[in-house]
């Protein structure tokens, strides 16, 4: 399949400050990619250089195979949604629908009727005659997803379209926008620093850090095995132990060796970080002879709703902590509480290793 | 996987579409147009400066014989003198009225503050007039003031009155955003009132008061009508320029004093500027609104003060509005309308006051136009810093040339002969192009404030919808800032009305505007038929000013339904 966008050593400086360094990132056609990175990390930055709203520094720009590094926004193919919306205030909500369409020198008739449309689509079929000011903010945010998709561009481009709404109603639109996208198979880039967002919609992730790419991949690539020590900080929860590779497959912490996937891209006794996520540090039923034992004593625990999160000290090695998620099922048949003896496993397809 | 050498980066060049064009020939031509109707003249006005009376280059000479002739070198010190005086005096005047308005309780807030307005519509020379009926030398209460009104003690009563609500408003600004939560602290932390005074209240005013005070600085320092009318021998800059141009037709030594008058008067706004860009927002979002709570001593007290105040501003115009319709002052005080019969006084009679609706509805309409299309293609056009800077320079440029400064430029430019655009000289057209060009700033930084609160992405979205700029200008940008384009559009019309410094110069016989009739007339020695003339300029710009606030609230409410939730 031939890529739909493709963007190639892309560099964005402001005066002395590098915004974007050397970015290259292929979309496929039909694709939903988010942006994910925290703030400041250059994905606002990357979206307008695509869009050709702040033009990039060098580096190039090729849209369904046109090099469009160089042109206008008005000479390219998107629709774009921002956080504020940026409806227009003293327009209807069809008139702000209809804006792009009125230009294009269509029937009247033609265009109430495409607007009544996209309206219907994004579930405000009757608002037509509303202004902006009189709709809520997850309500105007809908318009200005209908007046984007309104042109019918191959492109579509959302500034953190849903960090101004309150958590219920994003809920609602992060569903309803990502059915949408589906149903008109647009492809699509959304900026977000909300990762649970990002890996309930996304078809790809990239993660940005620093103007630069740190992984790109599924929600599932990026969550189960991030390329990057700050990837696996940033996407979820993550425990990282300090310690020295002994062999391409052992990590020494402390008084522990840890058995891990094979590492070769590391070099045999460098410091490295070996990481676990706290849901994947096994307690129940650990067989005699298995793998990563170590054993602990819960020093807090926190009732977080569904699960609790324990704050666990190795009790060979003082020094070494992680945190595990305990379901309540497991608090309650194993009567864990602050202070009780546990043997855990770090199971080692769980463990992954970094260097320092 | 190739190891190619990396390609070279060069750095790319952004093709511009129609729309970046489109606006960057405008700015190219509001540069123009901005180059022809401020700087040019100014330099034309600089450069007279050194030349004899025939045009030849003389260097520094009318320099040097300006500073080594006393009586002109007295009148720069005059000048100095006296806005220094009406400084000290105008601007904490202005500071406790305006505290009144927005720190305490007063009954009938709205009409104290209407009243302090009322100057503003009214050309200069209309105090000054007043000032004559009460203690000139057949005046009412000559026998209470000790010498003659006429010169310091008249020209200085009469900047107060002038100057009073241009520092009331700027106080007003200053003093209506207040924290109330600093106030609750300083209160919790048990300060006494006057060190609250001292270290909240008067630290927060702290930028309003100096641009107060270099606002009543430059407007006494520039102002031609007052010292005209009452400044009897006592020469100040404004009426130098006045009597070396039109008197003794010395255009190089008007010139010349017309520099001297610029130095202060640029400088003045330079400080400002300085001033102003240290000024942090003191006011954040999260800051509660200062709601003041009645107490009846201090309420009292400014009640008095302010009753007294908008009683000397009341008097001074009913002085002048009686002195109009008296027949024979002060010997027959029977009342009549004789005194509006303008033919008989001057040759344009009632055409002056036409002429002037005339002028002032065209700078109006030109002059909005201009100024909010302009800030609108400086605020909006991609990239061209350069020339976005230089048009920030020229349109802040006005604010700091005194008016008849800039009416001097005008005769210099526009009258020579070697100028095509000499064809204005003399036409009403002049007068609005000069009008437009004195008053620019104000409306510049209005729209250009309007079009920074409005959301920057409008450009964008319509960019991405492939509709081009201007279209969104005309349905969305121009629409939603209405009510500044009215605001910048009634001041234009009420200073076109009152102003005489800028145009002074630039009249002939069948354009001669109202305020100017006014100082011929008076310079005729009719006073009460200036007094008139007077009076019907100050009711002809209130009453625009009235229908303008009618219209803002009935009709802009029935036009912009959009801004109702
Ligand atoms: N016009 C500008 N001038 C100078 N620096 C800028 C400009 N615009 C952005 N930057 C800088 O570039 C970096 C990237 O900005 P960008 O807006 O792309 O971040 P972001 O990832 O979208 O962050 P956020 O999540 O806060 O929106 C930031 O450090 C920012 O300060
Ligand atoms: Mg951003």
């Known amino acids: ?356 | 996987m190739s190891l190619a050498a990396p390609t070279p980066k060069t750095v790319l060049r952004i093709s511009l579409s129609r729309d970046d064009l489109l606006m960057r020939v405008g700015l190219v031509a509001l540069v123009g147009v901005l180059l022809l109707i401020v700087a040019l003249p100014l330099w034309a006005l600089l450069a007279k400066g050194f030349e004899d009376r025939d045009g030849r280059y003389v260097g520094l000479a009318n320099y040097i014989s300006y500073f080594s002739t006393p009586a002109l070198f007295n009148s720069a010190l005059n000048s100095f003198h006296v806005a220094a005086v009406c400084t000290v005096i105008v601007v904490p005047m202005s500071f406790l009225y305006a505290y009144a308005l927005t720190r305490t309780v007063l009954p009938g807030k709205w009409l104290f503050q209407g009243i302090s307005l009322i100057p503003i519509f009214a050309p200069s020379l209309l105090p000054g007039l007043a000032l004559v009926y009460l203690f000139g030398n057949q005046g009412f209460f000559k026998g209470l003031i000790g010498g003659s009104i006429y010169g310091f003690d008249g020209i200085v009563i009469a900047q107060v009155f002038y100057c009073f609500p241009h520092a009331t408003m700027i106080m007003v600004t200053a003093l209506a955003t207040a924290d109330a939560r600093l106030y609750e602290a300083a209160d919790a932390l048990g300060a006494s009132k006057i060190r609250v005074f001292f270290t909240v209240t008067l630290p927060g005013a702290k930028y309003g008061l100096i641009s107060a005070a270099l606002v009543v600085f430059t407007l006494v320092i520039t102002d031609f009508g007052i010292a005209k009318v009452i400044g009897g021998n006592f020469n100040v800059l404004a009426t130098d320029v006045y009597k070396q141009v039109i008197g003794q037709q010395n255009f190089s030594m008007g010139a010349v004093v017309g520099m001297v008058l610029l130095a202060p008067a640029a400088l003045a706004f330079l400080v400002d500027r300085l001033v102003q860009r240290k000024q942090v927002a003191l006011l954040t979002a999260r800051a509660v609104p200062l709601i003041p709570k009645p107490k009846f001593g201090r309420d009292l007290f400014f009640t008095a003060f302010c009753t007294l105040v908008s009683a000397g501003i009341l008097a001074i115009l009913g002085m002048a509005a009686w002195g109009s319709l008296i027949k024979y002052w002060p010997y027959n005080l029977s009342l009549t309308l004789a005194n509006y019969e303008f033919a008989n006084f001057d040759a344009n009679g009632w055409e002056s006051y036409f002429n002037s609706l005339r002028m002032a509805a065209g700078t109006a309409i030109i002059g909005t136009a201009l100024m909010f299309v302009g800030a609108w293609l400086n605020e909006k056009t991609r990239g061209f810093g350069v020339i976005r800077g230089i048009v920030q320079l020229l349109a802040f440029l006005p604010m700091a040339v005194p008016g008849i400064v800039l009416g001097l430029g005008y005769i210099f430019f526009f009258n020579a002969p070697n100028n095509p655009l000499n064809f204005l000289y003399a036409t009403i057209g002049i007068l609005v192009i000069n009008t437009v060009a004195h008053f620019y700033t104000v409306g510049h930084l209005t729209a250009t404030t309007a079009l920074k609160q409005i959301h920057p992405e409008f450009e964008s979205v319509s960019a991405s919808l492939k509709v081009p700029i201007w279209k969104t200008f005309g349905r969305v940008t121009a629409p939603i800032c209405l009510p500044a384009i009215l605001d910048i559009a009634i001041y234009l019309f009420v200073n076109a009305m009152t102003t005489v410094s800028s145009v002074i110069f630039l009249y002939a016989p069948d354009t001669k505007l109202a305020s100017v009739a006014a100082v011929n007339i008076e310079e005729a020695g009719t006073t009460a038929a200036a007094a008139a003339l007077c009076l019907v300029i100050v009711i002809t710009s209130a009453a625009v000013k009235a229908l303008h606030l009618l219209a803002d609230r009935f009709l802009l409410g029935r036009l912009q339904a959009w801004r109702r939730r």
Request: proline letters at 5%; glycine letters at 8%.
């Open chain 1, 1 to 356: 399949m031939t890529n739909y966008l493709e963007v190639r050593d892309l560099s964005k400086r402001f005066g002395d400050f590098t915004a974007l360094g050397n970015v290259s990132l292929d979309v496929t056609e039909g694709e939903f990619v988010c942006f994910l990175g925290p703030s400041g990390c250059g994905k606002t930055t990357l979206l307008r250089a695509i869009a050709g709203l702040d033009p990039q520094t060098s580096g190039t720009i090729r849209q369904k195979g046109r090099d469009v590094s160089a042109l206008p926004p008005a000479q390219r193919d998107f629709g774009i949604v921002f956080q504020s919306y940026a409806l227009f205030p003293n327009l209807t909500v069809a008139d702000n629908v209809g804006y792009g369409l009125v230009s294009r020198r269509q029937a009247r008739g033609a265009i109430a009727k495409r607007v009544e449309e996209l309206l219907a689509m994004v579930g405000l079929p009757d608002s037509g005659p509303k202004y902006p000011a009189q709709l809520s903010g997850g309500q105007q945010q809908r318009v200005a997803l209908a007046r984007a998709l309104a042109t019918s561009p191959g492109l579509l481009l959302l500034d953190e379209p849903l960090s101004a709404l309150d958590a219920r109603v994003r809920l609602r639109l992060r569903h309803e926008i990502k059915a949408l996208q589906r149903r008109l198979g647009v492809t699509t880039i959304m900026v977000t620093h909300d990762q649970e967002e990002a890996l309930t919609m996304a078809d790809r992730i990239v993660v940005m850090n620093h103007g630069a790419i740190e992984q790109v991949g599924s929600p599932q690539e990026i969550y189960r095995r991030p390329a990057t020590a700050f990837v696996a900080d940033f996407v979820g929860s993550m425990n990282f132990l300090a310690g020295t590779l002994e062999t391409s497959e052992r990590v020494k912490i402390g008084g522990l060796v840890f058995a891990c996937p094979m590492q070769d891209g590391l070099v045999v006794g460098t410091k490295v970080r070996l990481s676990i996520r706290p849901e994947d540090v096994r307690v129940r039923d650990l067989p005699a002879d298995v793998a990563n034992r170590v054993p602990v004593e819960v020093a807090e625990l926190d009732f977080v709703g569904a699960f609790c999160r324990a704050s666990l000290k190795v009790r060979t090695d003082g020094d070494v902590a992680l945190v595990a998620d305990f379901s309540s099922n497991l608090i309650r048949d194993l009567g864990v509480d602050i202070g009780s003896r546990l043997d855990v496993a770090l199971p080692p397809d769980r463990v992954r290793v970094y260097a320092a």
